[in-house]
């Protein structure tokens, strides 16, 4: 398993440090928009809240050597979804390019990308408004 | 070389030839980047893009990302080399027991060198290819002789992972 650096350990919740592989957070598709998670830390619901009027994308990009099961694996395990929704952003990918496979909070996005290229997908975050 | 899974979770590698034996000891070698800034950068990608892609926020990824990355992705390599060498050999067949700990660690490992090989050698892109087109890439790279190991490494590399992930990797 691996180690998150002290400054981002501090700002992910207790069981969303990237890097792990076993108990990896689970941001259930059926869950409200993560902003409003019912779960969120007190602090990082603070924290999370400031960015409500400009959320974060985490985007997934096509590369030609991950295979695709492993990238549907990768995307259940990091947000929990489904096999359906996962396959859908997987195909979205290999279709497409790239998917959009959260959007949220700053803090939750770094996290996850984090957590992303861990799994050596190619993975990064950007302001949904670009 | 034939994989069977194991009751704990981990799996062993029945049956390697010593040729088999011999591509997977070069998983660490595939997955070195030294000389090729540009594999280098596919294991350590930005974390952002597009306007937020800034110097600031680059610098912090690299700071505080990145070198997590690094040493997740060297101690994946570290674990599959002890591996392979506690291998048992008997007479032209080795056999490598993987721990259900270290399965993911050889996924990882062999997608390193997989990522690396495919950056360094420019293997052609199965998604942009037709069909024909990549039967005839992949039939000129195996004549040329140069990179032609390689190309075969990649192969076996990617039916292992399949099955690994297939049978050992949870969600």
Redesign the interface.
């Known amino acids: 398993m ?4 002290e ?2 350990r501090d700002r992910l919740r207790p069981a969303q440090q ?2 792990t ?2 108990s990896a957070p689970k941001n259930h598709p059926e869950e409200p928009e993560p902003w409003e998670s019912p779960d969120t830390g007190t602090t990082t619901l603070l924290n999370e809240s400031e960015d409500l009027d400009q959320p ?1 994308q985490v ?1 997934i990009f ?6 695709m ?2 990238v549907t ?2 995307i ?2 990091i947000f929990g979804y489904s096999e359906t929704k ?1 396959r859908k952003h997987m195909m979205q990918i ?1 279709r497409e390019g790239k998917t959009i496979a959260w959007t949220g909070g700053r803090e939750r996005a ?1 996290a996850y ?2 957590q992303l ?4 997908l ?6 949904a408004s ?1 | 070389m034939h994989p069977v899974l194991q009751e704990a979770g981990g799996f062993t590698l029945e049956n390697v030839s010593p040729s088999e034996y011999a591509a997977l000891s070069h998983i660490p070698s595939d997955a070195d980047t030294t000389g090729s800034p540009e594999a280098k950068a ?12 800034t110097p600031e926020n680059n610098a912090d990824w690299e700071e ?2 990145h ?3 690094e ?2 992705f060297k ?1 994946d390599l570290a674990h599959v080399a002890q591996d392979l060498q506690a291998a048992t050999q008997e007479e032209d067949e080795y056999t490598i027991e993987i721990s259900s700990e270290n399965a ?1 660690r050889w ?2 490992a062999l ?2 060198a ?2 690396v090989m ?1 950056t360094k050698h420019d ?1 052609p ?4 290819l037709s069909e024909e087109e990549h039967m005839a890439s992949i039939t000129a790279l195996l004549q040329s002789g140069e990179f032609a190991p390689y190309l075969r490494s990649s192969r076996l590399y ?1 039916v292992l ?2 099955w690994i ?2 049978n050992c ?3």
């Open positions: 691996s180690s998150v650096p400054p981002w990237p890097g592989t076993g974060w985007l096509n590369d030609p050597v991950n295979l099961s492993y694996v990768v259940r395990r996962a290999h770094e990308v984090h290229q861990s799994h050596q190619l993975a990064s975050l950007h302001k670009e | 596919r294991l350590l990608p930005p974390g952002f893009t597009g306007e937020t892609a505080f990302v070198p997590d990355l040493d997740l101690g993911e996924f990882r997608n390193q997989r990522l495919h293997f892109d199965d998604d942009a990617a992972q399949e992930v297939a990797l949870k969600y």
